[in-house]
Antibody
């Protein structure tokens, strides 16, 4: 069974840092591109970051560029999101999602269950 | 950056057909994906590449995409279809994924 399990969320003060992890199982992790998506309380989905299967290509949403860093360890079947200079508006549930490719199009399937990050003093 | 516009809410009686739209500039030239999210749960893919269904998704779920509007159609709506639905596209001009604001489907 394909599974993604996020961890590392919690309460952090504004300006602080947090590192999220996403453990993958049930598929060949090193063959897939991955993403982080977040959802603020009561709000919609917001894409955060993308990383290619090798880690050589990375994209960020403008809202996190320069503060967040996505990375992966294919040997450990794990995806990471290092979050620095956190702000109240970064408060959200963070999901990791596998990027499935076919022909020239991609989509997200599946998603992890999410981990909650709360930025507050 | 590219913007996707969805109606905040759609209501439909059980057994009827629900249509959820996703508007974007020339969205017909893009590949549109749809996700269902029930309260407290992670999103689930229900339609990909405009109109294809993942395995396990009922045939009642279908999609179309043309011009400036993509549409998710749910036929013979059931109480269990009540959820938030999001459309998604890749914006190659900004190398970013874009989600619509989401539509809450209420089954009356």
């Amino acid at each position: 069974e394909v599974q993604l399990v996020e961890s590392g969320g919690g309460l952090v003060q504004p300006g602080g840092s947090l590192r999220l992890s996403c453990a993958a199982s049930g598929f060949t992790f090193s063959s897939y591109e991955m993403n982080w998506v977040r959802q603020a309380p009561g709000k919609g989905l917001e894409w955060v970051s993308y990383i290619s299967s090798s880690g050589s290509t990375i994209y960020y949403a403008d809202s996190v560029k320069g503060r967040f860093t996505i990375s992966r360890d294919n040997a450990k079947n794990s995806l990471y999101l290092q979050m620095n200079s956190l702000r109240a508006e970064d408060t959200a549930v963070y999901y990791c999602a596998r990027d499935v490719a076919a022909a020239s199009y991609n989509w997200f399937d599946p998603w992890g269950q999410g981990t909650l990050v709360t930025v507050s003093s | 950056s590219y913007v996707l516009t969805q109606p905040p809410s759609v209501s439909v009686a059980p057994g009827q057909t629900a249509r959820i739209t996703c508007g974007g500039n020339n969205i017909g030239s893009k590949s549109v994906h749809w996700y269902q999210q029930k309260p407290g749960q992670a999103p689930v893919l229900v339609v990909y590449d405009d109109s294809d269904r993942p395995s396990g998704i009922p045939e009642r779920f279908s999609g179309s995409n043309s011009g400036n509007t993509a549409t998710l159609t749910i036929s013979r709506v059931e109480a269990g279809d009540e959820a938030d639905y999001y459309c998604q596209v890749w914006d190659s001009s900004s190398d970013s994924w874009v989600f619509g604001g989401g539509t809450k489907l209420t089954v009356l």
